[in-house]
């Protein structure tokens, strides 16, 4: 599979109407047993906060948090947040948290941004943003999270990869996620990925974010919710049913195998 050569400085693919995508996740969902909430809004856009309870009982059930939207350039993951919904095939034992777009506004006008220009997967430190200080008020009103998951595509990459957070040393999952998704996306072997090293398609940041002026999402994630979580990221210049099937593909394995201490 070749790259389709369309991303030159920027995003030049496939976009999606914003608006039907989530109309049509929460109207799969709620019937399936999750619950919604809006933890803020964006313009004209209510931002949502789906969750699943575990259906079967367990006294100490594993919490997952999947997030995507971010960013308006990057279509596959509300498309693949919609796939995970339609497919229910959600572990029994696992509570579920999914915010399936975090910049709704950002998707109408097919740009990184929010509306008033400001990257919001940078803003998770000095927050500058109405929407990211929505969802840091949400995140504080959450119990701790046992596995994050954030969706994400990039431009630039020539293939999948991802990026591991896991200061504990617990047993990872970024091996078995680059193995599902080599079946159905092309991975980036690059030694150098945005400009971090990397191995087989994984980066392992070795810095506290406390060092970091501006944080991502997945920063204020592993410093205040969570002790493990990973970034996937799906090459935008490849199909965008490739994108979506790698972003499938990725989540529905670390949720496969992910057995917390």
């Not at 790259?3 to 608006?19: C, S, V």
């Not at 949400?138 to 998951?149: A, F, G, K, V």
């Not at 630039?156 to 990869?161: A, L, V």
Request: hydrophobic letters at 35%; one cysteine or more.
């Amino acid at each position: 599979m070749e790259r389709l050569g369309k991303n030159h400085g920027g995003y030049h693919g496939e976009t999606i109407d914003i608006r039907a995508v989530l109309r049509e996740i929460e109207a799969t969902a709620l019937p399936l047993g999750w619950t919604a909430e809006t933890f803020g809004k964006q313009g004209e856009f209510n931002l949502p906060a789906l969750h699943r309870p575990p259906i079967r009982a367990a006294r100490l059930a594993p919490r997952i948090y999947l997030s995507t939207g971010i960013h308006g350039d990057e279509p596959a993951g509300p498309l693949a947040a919609l796939r995970l919904v339609q497919e229910n095939r959600w572990p029994e034992n696992l509570e579920i948290f999914l915010l399936p777009c975090l910049n709704p506004t950002g998707f109408t006008l097919n740009r990184r941004e929010n509306p008033g220009g400001i990257d919001l997967n940078r803003d998770y430190r000095n927050t500058q943003s109405a929407e990211v200080l929505a969802h840091i008020a949400w995140l504080e009103r959450q119990p701790p999270i046992d596995l994050y998951l954030c969706l994400h595509e990039d431009w630039e990459s020539h293939g999948f990869y991802l990026y591991e957070q896991n200061p504990d040393g617990r047993p990872s999952l970024a091996e078995k996620i680059i193995e599902a998704v080599q079946k159905v996306c092309p991975i980036d072997r690059s030694e150098i990925i945005e400009d971090r090293p990397a191995q087989n398609g994984i980066i392992r940041p070795n810095l506290d974010p406390r060092t970091r002026p501006q944080w991502a999402e997945a920063f204020y994630l592993i410093v205040h919710k969570s002790r493990q979580g990973y970034t996937l990221e799906a090459p935008s210049d490849f199909p965008l049913s490739t994108r979506v099937q790698a972003l499938v593909a990725g989540v529905s394995t670390a949720l496969e195998v992910f057995n917390p201490i």
